[in-house]
């Protein structure tokens, strides 16, 4: 049974604990021929204006950059063998090299998200936040889902303004 709430705040709780003990995520985008292509990465999620917002590091490799050019959706699925998963629908887009701001905001929020669960250190991959391997996408959900396990529970947030 689905439940549709109307703040983002009624599902938060549940979607944080899934996010962080689930930690990778299914991202799933469209070619041009509509044809579906999933890599496994590690998004991570705040809250901006009583809405959730996400952001990806990653390399910006040519499959992920046509799809994301022809469709900006993309959906990031997390799911547990007890059955638990969230699901978030959301419009990415390519934070600009030059917004330093932005990509330091976003390295220093998968720094304080580890080791948590959600978050990494991205000097792993990345020399800083100056690095032009590093490349952030900002993911705007308009739907977020999360199903409860035991009882099959569903709770969904659609932002209204999507």
């Keep these: 049974m689905a439940t549709k709430v109307r703040d983002f705040a009624a599902i938060r709780e549940q979607f944080d604990t899934y996010v962080g003990t689930i930690v990778y995520a299914t991202m799933t ?33 040519p499959v992920k950059e046509a799809h994301l050019a022809n469709n900006p959706h993309a959906t990031f699925s997390y799911w547990t063998p007890r059955q638990n998963a969230a699901s978030v629908d959301t419009v990415a887009t390519w934070v600009d090299l030059d917004d330093l701001a932005t990509r330091r905001h976003v390295w220093e929020l998968y720094r304080r998200t580890s080791p948590r669960g959600a978050g990494y250190d991205l000097g792993q991959f990345w020399t800083g936040v100056d690095d032009p391997k590093l490349h952030v996408l900002k993911l705007e959900p308009w739907r977020v889902q999360v199903i409860r396990g035991t009882d099959l529970n569903s709770r969904i947030w659609q932002d209204e303004a999507a």
């Design 29 to 61: 985008t469209v070619d041009k021929k509509h044809r579906p292509r999933a890599r496994v990465l590690i998004p991570v999620w705040e809250v901006m204006d009583g809405k959730p917002v996400g952001w990806l590091a990653t390399y910006r490799t």
